[in-house]
């Protein structure tokens, strides 16, 4: 086995069902190739409506303007989704009022975490509070009280969400993904050399990981 890291760089965005149900898939790969310890995970940003505004939109009205799915699409299709989080450990909660929410302050706050080594653990909480706990991370009050949560300083914290020189280096390092030809996510980077995009099973996600860490 290397004994160097493998670092992944994962772009997605914390309203994406499928990137918290394709990382599911990416642990339990890692997990089963004990391989917890040889990973570096880095949360890059990505956002898939970054003209959402303030007060959101319904999400069944949101899927039905920008994918054209009626409501017996939306169905079947939060049916799927439940089925494959609950299979690896994961509740999707959905409800009739649930809303497409703006994920600018989501990220800023990913960006401050990674700082203080706790990107990882928040990125985790605002997948939950999200899909699982019916809260409207855009709120700021909300974010601020999921940072407390995870162990970031409030006043630090909060200062950071205001911070322009960080919101503008946000809205650049988006662009470089996108100009890198990331259009679409979970897309997951592998030693910034190889890439899959869309949320794979556990399998494909051993199998690259086994090549990278010379098991294969």
Known sequence: MNDHKIKLDIVSDV?????????????????????QDQVEIEWQPFELNPDMPAEGENLRAHVL?????????????????SALGAEYGFKFDYFEEMKMVNTRDAHLLLDF???QGLQHALKQRLF????????????????????????LDPTETENALGHAERRNRLVHQEMQWQQQGISGVPTVIF??????????????????????????
């Not at 054209?68 to 989704?81: M, V």
């Not at 939950?128 to 162990?151: N, Q, W, Y």
């Open 15 to 35: 309203v994406c069902p499928w990137c918290i149900i394709g990382y599911k898939h990416l642990e339990a790969a890692i997990q089963e190739l004990d391989l």
């Open 65 to 81: 303007r920008k994918y054209g799915a009626n409501r017996e699409d939306s169905d079947k299709a939060r049916a799927n989704i």
């Open 113 to 115: 975490a990674y700082e």
């Open 128 to 151: 939950t509070a999200f899909f699982t706990e019916h809260k409207d991370i855009s709120d700021r009050a909300t974010l601020l009280a999921e940072a407390l949560r995870v162990g």
């Open 191 to 216: 030693n910034r050399s190889s890439v899959l995009t869309g949320a794979h099973p556990q399998s494909t996600y051993k199998e690259v990981l086994q090549e990278l860490a010379g098991l294969a």
